[in-house]
């Protein structure tokens, strides 16, 4: 049986008020955020990268419950799933901008986004070579006896790889402390997931192969993600075990920054625009009672943020050629061991 989540579905689980309102306003600074630099990018201030415009819950969801020493991992599209890390603004900025002030010294860039001190273990650009990677965090902290829950997310493309079936097989097998969250936007790059899939659900339908539960939940509603984050985290770091949750968005924009999209049919676009998780948010918001004034300082604070991240990354400096050979192994340096 498939399980859906609603705002209070499964266990009780009732998002609180702090939860409600520190999800709003990520939502908000990743939205900011993406929309800052996609205008940088069309002024030819740094080269392409993927946008998770109009996904921003999900990754608002599982921030907000995040604990120190759990881990994160991110597909190419990652930005959103750094700043929900709490990874500085302005040094995610700098990379993104190729700047020496960068998180990673600008050598990272838009798709390999790392900061092992907040717990996220990277951006990765080739497509599901993470999942077993994840599936390896889970496996160490579970034989450290450490209480650590690693996330992976995903995107629906991945589901029909090797990698896909490789990690959750053995993180079943194990009863790994991991949560798998397909990010299912529709599309892989330019093609319609459903026309190169056996089953509707690209994730949940193949759930059942590994004796997890097939988790479906509308990626758009902050309040049925946290419901899903917090049951699937917990179950984890009870010792559990995995589970996969397949978290059905859409993004706005095209598949990468110099994509206009013009494949997706435009009442598709409509229809998707008109659920836009971070205007359903504030709905819901000020129909439980949240003043429109709190909503609104927090909409300009979060934009200011944004704005200062932006200015900050264009004015910073380039990377010293000196650093060319420097980071390269794990010691820091460049030169081969054999």
């Known amino acids: 049986m498939t399980q859906t989540h609603s705002s209070q579905a499964g266990a009780g689980t009732v998002v609180p008020l702090d ?5 709003h306003r990520l939502m908000l600074e990743i939205r900011f955020f993406e929309e800052a630099w996609t205008r940088l990018f069309f002024a030819g201030k740094t080269g392409p990268g993927h946008s998770s415009i109009g996904m921003e819950a999900i990754a608002a969801a599982f921030g907000v419950q995040a604990r ?39 050598k990272g860039g838009s798709m390999h986004l790392t900061s092992v001190e907040h717990g996220m273990m990277g ?3 080739i497509v599901g070579a993470h999942l077993p990677v994840a599936a390896g965090t889970a496996l160490a902290a579970k034989y450290r006896g450490e209480d650590k829950v690693t996330v992976c997310f995903f995107g629906d493309g991945a589901t029909n790889i090797g990698a896909f079936h490789e990690a959750l097989n053995l993180a079943a097998l194990w009863e790994l402390p991991v949560v798998y969250v397909c990010e299912n936007n529709h599309y892989m790059e330019y093609t319609p997931i459903s ?20 988790i479906v939940v509308d990626g758009n509603d902050a309040d049925a993600m946290y419901v899903a984050a917090a049951n699937a985290i917990d179950r984890a770091r009870r010792g559990g075990g995995p589970s996969l949750i397949e978290a059905l968005t859409y ?28 205007s359903i948010y504030r709905e819901r918001l000020l129909g439980t009672g949240v003043d ?14 944004a704005e200062e991240a932006a200015s900050y990354a264009v004015a910073a400096p380039l990377p010293d050629v000196s650093t060319l050979d420097t980071n390269v192994w794990a010691d820091g340096g460049s030169q081969w061991r054999k």
């Open 19 to 23: 939860d409600r309102l520190a999800m």
């Open 68 to 106: 120190e020493g759990d881990t994160t991992y991110a597909t190419y599209r990652g930005h959103a799933h750094t700043l929900a890390r709490g990874v500085p603004m302005k040094g995610t900025m700098a990379e993104l901008l190729g700047r020496s002030t960068g998180i990673n010294g600008g």
């Open 123 to 125: 951006s990765y650009a």
């Open 195 to 214: 026309e190169v899939t056996a089953v509707p659900r690209p994730a949940a339908d193949r759930a059942a192969a590994y004796g997890l539960e097939p």
């Open 251 to 278: 993004r706005h924009l095209g598949h990468a920054s110099s994509d206009p999209g013009k494949y997706r049919p435009a009442e598709e676009v409509a229809s998707w625009m008109k659920r836009d998780p971070i």
């Open 292 to 305: 429109e004034a709190t909503l609104e300082a927090m909409e300009r604070e979060s934009r200011s943020k």
